[in-house]
């Protein structure tokens, strides 16, 4: 994993597949833009994701699917999407029939996810959902099974891989800029607003961990590029609180890698923070804020020199880049660098957090 060179749809779009030169332009598939349909219009897909189909060179949005006919009437008339590719969620197996729909993208509640990425696969779509990929291991393997068994790609939205800070800290971490990595630490936290799925483990699985917690997890993985071997985790949370009544509120957690890294991380619903450091012999690289929609800001200090660290405004942002890497898998056959295997790391490691929580000891993982 370390050394995999990945495929990114970041910068230099189709270019940057290492496609051979002057296939652009030959290709029907260089030129065709790959048709999503949103599935559950609230407010991640509506603020986020729809207004970024505008400045993506695969992806286009051609279909929405809400139970609500007033945001399909709504959103229908602002993305000129015709009522022939506006469905309910009793209509959905049959965007089958439409071939404009290329993907299916599910941003849905988490307990959703699988149902409706498993319907998509069977509908012959390709599908990217939106984390945590589901809300079990028995979930997501299912997941991929059906899309493997489909023939068609499962991506994870795990954004902040397409987010050239992201991706700097990385190629940082993994190069040994501030030398060897001995730790990681990563915080990932909000003080949560009452009266919300997330809030109902029926619908979103769990807490802190889930939601937010992901974050410090998935990054540990991504600056290291190992998996854990051991997780050992603690949790708080004020069961009187009226949010807290069915999920978990802050975890702390311990991740310890085969190479001898480890990793200390936070997930929280009750405070407010976003970052990591990844500390090596020499210094540490420090992200923070590392995952919000924009705003990242880098420091880093080598041989007791504290330096911030900018890059330029990239030409096409996280939310472009995830979109036209699951259309540029599409069009060239690639495996997306955030596959449904992805997901399925980080849940079963979501899954040993809890259980290392709930039994309150270190729970070993098989490689
Ligand atoms: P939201 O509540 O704003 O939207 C969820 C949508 O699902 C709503 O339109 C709702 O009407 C619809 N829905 C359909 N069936 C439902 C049901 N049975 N119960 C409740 N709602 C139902 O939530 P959101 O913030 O848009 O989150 C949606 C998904 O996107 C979640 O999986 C979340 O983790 C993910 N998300 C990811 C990011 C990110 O940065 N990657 C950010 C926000 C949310």
Redesign the pocket.
């Known amino acids: 994993m370390g050394t995999r060179r990945e495929v990114l749809g970041i910068g230099a779009g189709v270019a940057a597949l290492g496609l051979a030169p002057g296939l652009a332009g030959q290709s029907h598939a260089s030129t065709r833009k790959i048709g999503y349909a949103v599935v559950?219009?609230?407010?991640?897909?509506t603020r986020?994701i729809m207004p970024n189909f505008a400045g993506c060179e695969h992806s286009r949005l051609v279909a929405l699917v809400?139970?609500?006919p007033a945001?399909l009437e709504q959103y229908g008339a602002q993305y000129g999407i015709p009522a022939s590719h506006r469905y309910s969620?009793d209509q959905f197996d049959t965007i089958r029939d439409n071939p404009d729909i290329d993907a299916v993208y599910i941003?849905?509640?988490?307990s959703?996810?699988a149902e409706y990425s498993i319907r998509a696969a069977q509908a012959g779509k390709h599908v990217l959902c939106?984390?945590?990929m589901a809300t079990s291991v028995a979930e997501c393997q299912a997941m991929i099974a059906a899309s493997r068994k489909a023939g068609k790609k499962l991506m994870i939205?795990y954004?902040s891989r397409f987010e050239p800070y992201n991706r700097l800290a990385i190629e940082l971490a993994r190069g040994g800029h501030v030398g060897p990595t001995r730790l990681v630490t990563a915080e990932h936290g909000f003080p949560i607003k009452p009266d919300?799925?997330r809030l109902d483990k029926a619908?979103s699985g769990g807490g802190s961990m889930m939601?937010i917690g992901i974050y410090s997890l998935n990054a540990a993985r991504y600056l290291t590029g190992e998996e854990p071997a051991e997780v050992s985790a603690v949790e708080s949370t004020d069961r009187s609180d009226p949010r807290f009544r069915t999920v978990e509120d802050r975890v702390s957690f311990v991740l310890r890698f085969p190479s001898g890294i480890q990793a200390n991380c936070i997930s929280s619903y009750s405070s407010a923070h976003n970052g990591y450091r990844v500390i090596g012999t020499q210094g540490w690289i420090a992200l923070e804020p590392a995952t919000p929609?924009t705003g990242q800001a880098m420091t880093i200090r080598k041989d007791n020199v504290t330096t911030p660290r900018t890059l330029p405004e990239p030409a096409r942002n996280q939310f472009v880049g995830q979109l036209d890497h699951l259309a540029e898998c599409v069009l060239t056959g690639a495996t997306p660098i955030v596959p449904g295997e992805e997901g399925l790391a980080d849940m079963r490691l979501i899954e040993a957090i809890y259980r290392s929580a709930a039994e309150r000891r270190h729970v070993e993982l098989k490689a």
């Open positions: 559950g219009l609230g407010y991640y897909a986020q809400s139970g609500t945001k969620y941003v849905l509640p988490n959703l996810h939106e984390k945590p939205g954004r919300q799925w619908l939601d929609y």
